[in-house]
């Protein structure tokens, strides 16, 4: 700005908006603001278009209503988006029964709404849960001079869906095909993942097998649902035929889509095939991402597959990802429970040094494995450096110390220290009863 009025440039309502857009993209609302105070020429309804956007965006109605009306006493008057930017704050702010006095002032001014005016109204009016006055408002609009689109339906139809009334969902799509206003690759994949949610998967399929005869190819947000339905069902077989069936369409799973298919292979034990489809991901264009690891990691160390784990964790280090807590509590609690407690004190020994903070999960490992060894006398030293480090200390930690004592025969000891946790309410009742049943 200042080298604009130091080069002796006069500079006109476009370079001024382009300027307070900049701004206003970057988050810098006050420097926008303190650029139409300054300009030298008169704002156009662009200029207070984007400064609006930017306010309602924030959350500052107020604010934005305070600046409309410098606006109208510069006679700069609003038009569709102005109303409609401030139509859509008003609904998220102070509901739609104000919204719509804006919406009458609107019409009052001789400004016309549009269908995106009306998207905006209706899709507040689906999130007061006000859907059959929303289903009025879509047959309305006609007679308000304007036609509802695609989006409108959508927004009707996801409404329907989320309240499970399934039947007027697709009374809705015949309706649309009635009308010829055609569906979009959303109104399908809004239909699949209801149906997919309620583990209708046949009928979930239909819907994706009619998209190409209404002009829709499928994505993969069309298969994502569907996958996780199998996956949910732990039909493995079906999950990995759609995933082929997938490329074999032209559609290429994104991330979400292996991790949902890894998690599933993990927890049905299925590790190797988890570690296959991880080394193909590359290869197939889609990188793998913390949780990708994350999921084949702790799938491997709950197989007793800690040293083929510990080979992922090298192998995303090297790939520039950083692994987290939840990555170390996998390896760790995979080298206690097979055996492999020194190594896992090791491993816990390096976090430390690298100056991560174990959690609850990584000492409960630890001290589980120190039991099962008949090291009890360390796992409750490890108790002593937990606390000193800040760590609470759960249930489970105290569980874990009882059962060791009991295990080591110092079941008397160990039942009074029960009592004693238990009178203090650091450990419930009902889960020493389960502590007590395994003496």
Not at 59 to 83: R, S
Not at 148 to 167: A, D, E, K, Y
Not at 213 to 222: D, E, I, V, Y
Not at 344 to 369: H, T
Request: charge should be neutral; glycine fraction near 6%; charged fraction near 25%.
């Amino acid at each position: 700005m200042e080298i604009l009025e130091d080069s002796g440039a006069v500079p006109d309502v476009i370079t001024y908006n382009v300027l307070i857009s900049g701004y206003c993209k970057s988050g810098e609302i006050y420097n926008a603001l303190k650029v139409l105070e300054r300009m030298s020429v008169a704002p156009d309804v662009v200029t207070y278009n984007t400064i609006l956007r930017t306010l309602c965006d924030s959350g500052k109605l107020k604010q934005a209503m305070e600046v409309l009306d410098q606006q109208l006493q510069k006679e700069c008057y609003p038009d569709v988006i102005t109303y409609t930017i401030l139509i859509e704050a008003t609904c998220k702010e102070s509901g739609v029964e104000q919204a719509m006095k804006l919406l009458d002032e609107m019409r009052d001014k001789g400004c016309k709404p549009d269908v995106v005016t009306y998207n905006v109204l209706i899709n507040g009016i689906c999130k007061e849960g006000r859907l059959d006055e929303a289903i009025m408002f879509l047959n309305n609009m006609s007679s308000y001079g304007c036609q509802p689109n695609v989006i409108t339906h959508n927004i009707i139809l996801r409404s329907m869906c989320s309240t499970g009334r399934w039947m007027d969902a697709e009374k809705l799509l015949a309706e649309m095909l009635r009308k010829g206003c055609s569906p979009s690759v959303v109104t399908f994949n809004i239909l699949i993942n209801f149906l997919c949610r309620k583990g209708l998967l046949g009928r979930a399929i239909d819907i994706l097998e009619k998209m190409p005869k209404h002009g829709c190819t499928p994505n993969s947000l069309s298969y994502n649902p569907l996958l996780h339905g199998f996956c949910k069902e732990k039909k493995m077989d079906r999950a990995i035929e759609y995933l082929e069936v997938m490329v074999t369409r032209g559609c290429y799973p994104d991330i979400v889509t292996y991790n949902t298919l890894l998690t599933a292979l993990c927890k049905d034990g299925k590790v190797d095939i988890a570690v296959e489809i991880l080394n193909q991901l590359s290869s197939k264009g889609c990188s793998p991402v913390l949780i990708t690891y994350n999921t084949v990691i702790d799938g491997l160390s709950k197989m007793g597959k800690t040293e083929r784990a510990m080979q992922l964790l090298f192998e995303m280090r090297e790939r520039g990802l950083r692994p987290d807590i939840i990555t170390y509590s996998s390896l760790v609690g995979g080298l206690s429970r097979e055996g492999k407690v020194e190594e896992a004190i090791d491993f816990f020994q390096d976090l430390e040094e690298m100056g991560v903070r174990p959690n609850s999960v990584i000492y409960n490992a630890i001290m589980l494995g120190l039991c099962k060894a008949r090291k009890t006398d360390r796992a409750i030293n490890f108790l002593v450096h937990m606390v000193s480090k800040g760590c609470k200390p759960t249930e489970s930690t105290y569980t874990i110390l009882i059962e060791g004592l009991a295990y080591e025969g110092f079941t008397k000891e160990a039942l009074e220290l029960l009592n004693e946790l238990c009178s203090r309410g650091v450990v419930k009742k009902s889960s020493a009863e389960q502590v007590v049943v395994k003496f």
